[in-house]
């Protein structure tokens, strides 16, 4: 069966720099999930999105953005890049209608120098 | 504040025992567990799941216990298999919540042959 597909799956950024993330989630699913994983600690949400529209936000930096397509694909933007975003940044997905469990997809593990 | 716990970061068994992997929770408006595995550079995979109008799930060798009056939760691997070594999450979800997750910090399990 087809999982959640995110791309890079490796991102190496500079201080400053900008950076996108994308996350294809299981066929007819219509909400998408990001969160966050720092080194050693737990899975953070970060925002969701139920058809294309935002549903929740969670600890999500202003200078991150994200957005849901019409092919319900989603893009995590992030901006003036910290040290301190280096992470592995997670997407999930659900067909809401099914209920609570979501699917995760590989993540992208971002390291910023 | 950490919402959810997992307060043993390692759990070590025999092939062919037991492990019991244990997390408790403060939100009252949580009503929907979860546990994930998770291997390492891969995403979390969904396990078992309970609702909080049940107090026991089961699949095959892998059992949920809920006990809501003392907020605690956990997972049963019997028996146990090499196989099963990974990082187990206990996550939680609240009513109205558009099923977002709230995830503890991880339990690694070693089964040793």
């Known amino acids: 069966a087809a999982g959640v597909i995110q791309s890079p799956r490796h991102l190496i950024k500079e201080k400053r720099e900008t950076a996108t993330l994308k996350c294809y989630p299981i066929p007819r699913h219509d909400t998408v999930y990001w969160y966050q994983q720092g080194p050693g600690q737990d899975p953070q949400f970060l925002i969701s999105?139920?058809?294309?529209?935002?549903?929740d936000k969670g600890s999500i930096p202003d200078r991150f953005s994200a957005q849901q397509f019409s092919d319900y694909h989603s893009e995590l933007n992030m901006s003036s890049l910290e040290l301190g975003d280096s992470a592995l940044y997670f997407c999930?997905?659900?067909?809401?209608?099914?209920?609570?469990?979501?699917?995760f997809g590989p993540g992208t593990r971002l390291t910023v120098l | 504040d950490q919402q959810v716990k997992q307060n043993s970061p390692s759990l070590s068994v025999q092939e062919g025992r037991i492990s019991i992997l244990n997390c408790d929770y403060t939100?009252?408006?949580?009503?929907?567990f979860l546990w994930y595995k998770k291997y390492p550079a891969e995403g979390p995979t969904f396990l078992i799941s309970i609702s909080s109008i049940k107090d026991k799930n089961e699949d095959g060798r892998f059992t949920v216990f809920l006990n809501k009056s003392a907020k605690h939760l956990s997972l049963h691997i019997v028996p146990s298999q090499p196989g099963d070594s990974a990082v187990y999450f206990c996550a939680a979800s609240a009513l109205g919540s558009n099923y977002k997750l709230t995830f503890g910090k991880g339990t690694l399990l070693t089964v040793n042959p």
């Open positions: 999930a997905s659900i067909l809401a209608l099914q209920g609570n469990e979501q699917f």
């Open positions: 939100n009252s408006m949580f009503d929907y």
């Open positions: 999105f139920y058809e294309k529209m935002q549903s």
